[in-house]
T-cell receptor, first 116, second 114 residues
Framework: GAGVSQSPRYKVAKRGQDVALRCDPI?????LFWYQQALGQGPEFLTY????????KSGLPSDRFFAERPEGSVSTLKIQRTQQEDSAVYLC??????????????FGPGTRLTVL | AQTVTQSQPEMSVQEAETVTLSCTYD???????LFWYKQPPSRQMILVIR????KQQNATENRFSVNFQKAAKSFSLKISDSQLGDAAMYFC???????????WGAGTKLIIKP
């Protein structure tokens, strides 16, 4: 595709439910990032993949958050037993090569998660 | 720890005029990159401009330019000839050299008055 796509665009979950958020990066992009953006705030880094390898998951807020990219393309961010504080927009970004600062990150439109 | 501060929650400008958005940052690194991203209401974040800290020359991209003051740790964005399509949230971001982690400010909402 022409850009990064994410699905669903909106997700409403009851507290305690599990959710799965999907990211389709730009074809051929090696690096993939997940960010969490709370209302009125800038994004915060969650995790980083290079191909299928998850090189950094230091930003995941708890062990309820899990991300995978098994074939080095599509990625899924899973949140187990959702809590109200998980309500946010989840942004996915991809970059062509290494993810270094010289490599532009291209963002998807995000998934807005609301936990009731 | 590195931090990025945007002190203007909201700015407004008349169409065709010039506006400057402020950003300050804190770091002990000597080599780093600074970015301005635009996030329109559709939420797709778009890179506007990037500045390498080792470059003294301020980056420019068409109507967008920066004023990078390394000693003051200041990185402001100037938008000339503002257009209605410039209305968006603008985020300042930082990353250390060869580090993929972006550290973001809280954003400034830019309103364009027709």
């Amino acid at each position: 595709g022409a850009g990064v796509s994410q699905s669903p665009r909106y997700k409403v979950a009851k507290r305690g439910q599990d959710v799965a958020l999907r990211c389709d990066p730009i074809s051929g992009h090696v690096s993939l990032f997940w960010y969490q953006q709370a209302l009125g705030q800038g994004p915060e880094f969650l995790t980083y993949f290079q191909n299928e390898a998850q090189l950094d998951k230091s930003g995941l807020p708890s062990d309820r958050f899990f991300a995978e990219r098994p074939e080095g393309s599509v990625s899924t961010l899973k949140i187990q037993r959702t809590q109200q504080e998980d309500s946010a927009v989840y942004l996915c970004a991809s970059s062509l090569v290494s993810g270094a600062s010289t490599d532009t990150q291209y963002f998807g439109p995000g998934t807005r998660l609301t936990v009731l | 720890a590195q931090t990025v501060t945007q002190s203007q929650p909201e700015m407004s400008v008349q169409e065709a005029e010039t506006v400057t958005l402020s950003c300050t940052y804190d770091t002990s690194e000597s080599d780093y990159y600074l970015f301005w991203y635009k996030q329109p209401p559709s939420r797709q974040m778009i890179l506007v401009i990037r500045q390498e800290a080792y470059k003294q020359q301020n980056a420019t991209e068409n109507r967008f330019s920066v004023n990078f003051q390394k000693a003051a740790k200041s990185f402001s964005l100037k938008i000339s000839d503002s257009q209605l399509g410039d209305a968006a949230m603008y985020f300042c971001a930082y990353s250390a050299d060869s580090n993929y982690q972006l550290i973001w400010g809280a954003g400034t909402k830019l309103i364009i008055k027709p």
